[in-house]
């Protein structure tokens, strides 16, 4: 197995700079947007994100979540091993308020498509965003576009792309892994 590294933490920290940046092109104030990260990665780069935009943007009540899509992917149930579940945390309803869905890596799509489904249970959004660190284009499964993207990645599907996070791996670098 064979890893390159495909963003150094310089580019990372500069990818969350933009990123925040669009956010706040498109949002303003964000008194009608809510954050909502992916688990269980997605928190890492959400939790980031809103750093960022609370100290550089001076954003304050910044309404933030965690989505659990563990049992609404169509893949739940192919796996020998039991799933284990992260955990929701949306204290607010989305009725009427302009989503943005926070992930690190947009792959095939399910993961988006899952969290479609599961963010009903919290109300109807009038508009549902997705923001991807890493966007594997030429993977997807499903008709899914993310609508901020940190860096387009061209990996055939035997190559994995990883990224870590300080908070979790202790250093900011995105590999992509060949067997």
């Known amino acids: 197995m064979s890893q390159k590294v495909l963003l150094t933490a310089k580019e990372v920290q500069i990818i969350l700079q933009r990123l925040a940046c669009q956010l706040v092109e498109n949002h303003s104030d964000f ?7 992916i688990q269980p990665r997605g928190i890492f780069l959400l939790n980031r994100l809103q750093e960022i935009l609370e100290q550089e943007y001076q ?18 149930r192919r796996s020998d091993k039991p799933l284990e579940a992260n955990k929701t945390k949306i204290d607010f309803v989305v009725e009427d308020k302009r989503v943005v869905f926070i992930d690190d890596v947009l792959y095939t799509g399910r993961s988006i498509r899952a969290a479609l489904t599961a963010i009903q249970s919290f109300g109807r959004p009038k508009e549902i965003e997705l923001l991807s660190f890493i966007d ?5 499964h499903l008709p899914i576009q993310p609508d901020y993207n940190g860096r387009q990645v061209d990996a055939i599907n035997e190559e994995k792309v990883k990224v870590n996070w300080k908070e979790n791996e202790g250093e900011d670098i995105v590999y992509l892994i060949s067997k």
């Open 31 to 37: 008194s009608n947007t809510v954050l909502i990260g």
């Open 59 to 76: 954003l304050k009540d910044l309404k933030t979540g965690q989505l659990d899509i563990t049992f609404y992917r169509d893949d739940f």
């Open 136 to 140: 594997r284009r030429f993977s997807r």
